[in-house]
């Protein structure tokens, strides 16, 4: 597509849900990646995927968040057993490439703002 | 790993008024550098960026940076600030080393009053 797509734009769910964040990145763009930003935090690294790999999962808070990517597209991060702290919004960006150098450009998506109560 | 600090979280100018956010990134090797730009109500977008050659990088809406590879730093400027200019902005730094990912600052939101 011509741009990031992020599903759903906005959710709210209660405490101890499962929650899924979906992202479609550019196409013909490998590398995927999820951040989540919370006021005054700045955007915190979760997870990136080149191709269908995920070379660095590092970023991820605790087990209870995971991602997949399938087919070299569309990625999905699953909250499971949400809590308050979750809250946030998660941002979804795609590159053409994550080596080459590091010289590559992120391009951003929309973002799901996660509500948790 | 890398680092950003951005020393102010929050600006408020008035029109007119000259800009400079200051950015500082600690990392040992080569480094690619941007600014991320967020207005209100709309997504991440990029500013400018420095990947290499001359250390002033211009970006859109008349913004440009200078890496100063001494004093790690890469400070955005804008001469004059607008109203629209109002958004939060982000450094970032990428490791010129394999595959890397961005990390970003904390953000600085800078407010200008017409």
């Known amino acids: 597509g011509a741009g990031v797509s992020q599903s759903p734009s906005n959710k709210v769910t209660e405490k101890g849900k499962d929650v899924e964040l979906r992202c479609d990145p550019i196409s013909g763009h490998t590398a995927l990646y999820w951040y989540r930003q919370s006021l005054g935090q700045g955007l915190e690294f979760l997870i990136y995927?080149?191709?269908?790999?995920?070379?660095?999962k590092s970023g991820l808070p605790s087990d209870r968040f995971s991602a997949e990517r399938t087919g070299g597209s569309v990625s999905t991060l699953t909250i499971q057993r949400t809590q308050q702290e979750d809250s946030a919004v998660y941002l979804c960006?795609?590159?053409?490439?994550?080596?080459?150098?590091?010289?590559?450009?992120?391009?951003f998506g929309a973002g799901s703002r996660l509500t948790v109560l | 790993a890398q680092s950003v600090s951005q020393h102010n979280h929050h600006v408020i100018l008035s029109e007119a008024a000259s800009l400079e956010l200051g950015c500082n990134y600690s990392?040992?090797?080569?480094?690619?550098l941007f600014w991320y730009v967020q207005y209100p109500g709309q997504h991440l977008q990029l500013l400018l960026k420095y990947f290499s050659g001359d250390p002033l990088v211009k970006g859109i809406k008349g913004f440009e940076a200078e890496f100063i590879k001494s004093k790690f730093s890469f400070n955005l400027r804008k001469p004059s600030v607008q109203w629209s200019d109002t958004a939060e902005y982000f450094c970032?730094?990428?490791?010129?080393?394999?595959?890397?990912?961005?990390?970003f600052g904390k953000g600085t939101m800078l407010l200008v009053s017409p």
């Open positions: 990392y040992g090797g080569t480094v690619n």
């Open positions: 995927f080149q191709g269908n790999s995920a070379p660095d």
């Open positions: 960006a795609s590159s053409l490439d994550a080596g080459a150098g590091g010289a590559n450009v992120l391009t």
């Open positions: 970032a730094v990428n490791a010129f080393s394999g595959y890397s990912t961005l990390t």
